[in-house]
């Protein structure tokens, strides 16, 4: 008896112990992560049935400065999926609908033969995934469901069910669609009656900017270093796909409900939580409402939101039971990379983030364009100090060095390792992903490497302006102090900064492009030619 008391108490001594490591170890990323004068951050970490931190960071609201509380409410985004993925599992355990019945078996009107219900929760039935309601002109408008497949269903669909994968919101507006035809309610009351209610998650929902939702935090955008209040969304548009509002604490409990068999059976879940295979073989990493991945080895569920004024995150890893969940209410957060990198540290197996020196000639010595049979190229260029990796056009990663030849992303947890012969000449390097390695060969392709240099503010007041594209596009160029920034017009363009490394000629500091600024005889600004994925040119009209 008295060694069985010892036990215990050397148990509970224990838990104490890595409760208050790991709550210092959190605090101190989570600190550094979300300023307390910034939008912030609800983070919940649980093992098994036990909660072992629960904090909030940041502001709830910038305007009236109040601080967030890991009890308020945020919209979730496309964590709404795995809520509609099991509404339709648990109809198909009630034999009201089988996986493999086929939309037009509940639409009939729709007008595309020989997809299932399956093919919509997988993400693998082809249907156009155009953006249908979600225009600048309709983001204000409510729409019916109806309304909403009617916005894409007589598009041309993206490929043949089965054949491919590809992430399609308006799948799942379809599955709600479906919830509601076959349960004979709404899709929130279904939601609401089946899950929120029995679960007693009385801070879950379906969004409505109209209603007074005591504890809704409010959304935020950033633009560089600029908040501003998100665009207004009518949340009848993400519908099913993405319209709940939840807090850390309920989707908690939603998930310890998952995992004891109180909204789905077992065999349900596991068909969920297990990625789909297509017509061809391929796994897609994407089960009924979930993706599939890994945390530094273990096997690990998870999903992310984003939507207007808000960026979520949550995981579990069975076979250590821990569950993570990270809520920002700025929807150019990436609370994935916090979320998987919180999930090491409680696992005891942290993510490698403290950064090492290598001189300016070693870094210059990884710049080439690398290929691979089945990714394609990427590119790594040095730029300014900077090592960075994209894909031709897009973002600009910077690459950290943690190790001589290894490097990490600076907003992601992907690990790049460059590989030598032995006579030191790099021959490739390794891409990780989530536990799954590529390999890409260097090519004899080596990018410009390219240097900020300073010119007069008088020069660079003479290329703000707008300027027009072709096809009606309008960039419009901006001066704050000694930087310029270019901006598109329209929803969701991101203001960049553009770097001179000649007096006419710019590159996108975070973006892969490249603007060159024409001037006439009198050194008059006319116009530019924007290099991304080919040339395009624009003529000055203010």
């Not at 409010?218 to 501003?228: A, F, I, K, M, V």
């Not at 409900?257 to 059976?265: C, E, Q």
């Not at 992907?414 to 012969?421: G, T």
Request: include cysteine; charged fraction near 20%.
């Amino acid at each position: 008896m008295k060694k069985i008391l010892i036990a215990i108490l050397f148990s509970i001594l224990t838990g104490i112990c890595f409760g208050q490591s790991l709550e210092k170890e959190l605090d101190a990323v989570l600190i550094r992560r979300f300023p307390a004068q910034g939008p912030g951050a609800a983070v919940l970490v649980a093992k098994a049935n036990r909660v072992l931190y629960k904090k909030a960071f940041g502001k709830a609201n910038l305007e009236l400065n109040v601080a967030l509380k890991p009890g308020y409410i945020f919209r979730i985004g496309s964590i709404t999926k795995q809520f509609t993925a099991c509404a339709i599992l648990k109809l198909a355990e009630e034999g009201k609908l089988s996986l493999q019945s086929e939309v037009t078996e509940f639409i009939r009107d729709y007008p595309i033969h020989g997809i299932t219900i399956e093919h919509l929760l997988t993400h693998t039935s082809g249907i156009n995934t155009g953006a249908g309601a979600w225009t600048p002109e309709t983001r204000k408008k409510d729409f019916t469901p109806q309304a909403l497949i009617d916005s894409f269903k007589l598009r041309p669909p993206d490929f043949l069910p089965g054949a491919s994968f590809r992430y399609n919101n308006n799948g799942y507006v379809l599955l709600g669609y479906i919830v509601e035809l076959v349960s004979g309610m709404p899709y929130e009351e279904y939601i609401s009656r089946h899950f929120f209610r029995p679960l007693g998650m009385k801070n879950s929902g379906y969004d409505n900017s109209s209603l007074v939702i005591p504890g809704r935090v409010s959304g935020y955008q950033r633009d560089n270093e600029l908040y501003t209040n998100a665009d207004y969304l009518s949340m009848t548009q993400p519908y099913s796909a993405g319209s709940l509002f939840s807090t850390v604490e309920d989707l908690y409990t939603w998930n310890e409900a998952l995992t004891a068999g109180k909204v789905i059976n077992k065999e349900s879940l596991r068909k969920a939580q297990t990625s789909f295979k297509l017509d061809n073989g391929k796994l897609t990493g994407y089960g009924y409402g979930w993706w599939l991945g890994n945390i530094q080895g273990s096997p690990c569920i998870k999903h992310d939101g984003l939507i207007n004024g808000f960026s979520t995150f949550a995981l579990y890893l069975p076979q250590e039971k821990i569950f993570v969940a990270v809520f920002t209410n700025c929807e150019n957060n990436n609370p994935e990379v916090i979320g998987s990198e919180i999930a090491g540290i409680a696992i005891g197996k942290p993510y490698h983030t403290n950064e090492i020196g290598l001189p300016m000639e070693q870094l210059k010595s990884y710049a080439a364009v690398y290929e691979s049979a089945t990714e394609g190229q990427r590119t790594v260029s040095y730029e300014d100090g900077r090592l960075l990796y994209f894909v031709k056009g897009g973002s600009k990663a910077r690459l950290i060095p943690f190790e001589t030849d290894r490097f990490y992303f600076e907003n992601s947890l992907d690990i790049i390792e460059f590989l030598r012969k032995k006579n030191g000449r790099i021959t490739g390097m390794t891409l990780e992903t989530a536990g799954k390695i590529n390999t890409f060969i260097r090519t004899g392709i080596k990018p410009d490497n390219l240097y900020a240099i300073n010119i007069s503010t008088q020069l660079l007041e003479k290329y703000v302006g707008k300027y027009q594209f072709p096809d009606n596009f309008i960039l419009i160029i901006t001066r704050d102090g000694n930087r310029l920034y270019g901006k598109g017009t329209g929803p969701r363009q991101i203001r960049q900064e553009i770097v001179p490394y000649d007096t006419c000629s710019f590159f996108a500091r975070n973006l892969d492009a490249r603007l060159m600024f024409h001037l006439d005889e009198k050194h008059t600004v006319t116009g530019l030619t924007k290099i991304q994925n080919g040339e395009s040119v624009a003529k000055k009209i203010e």
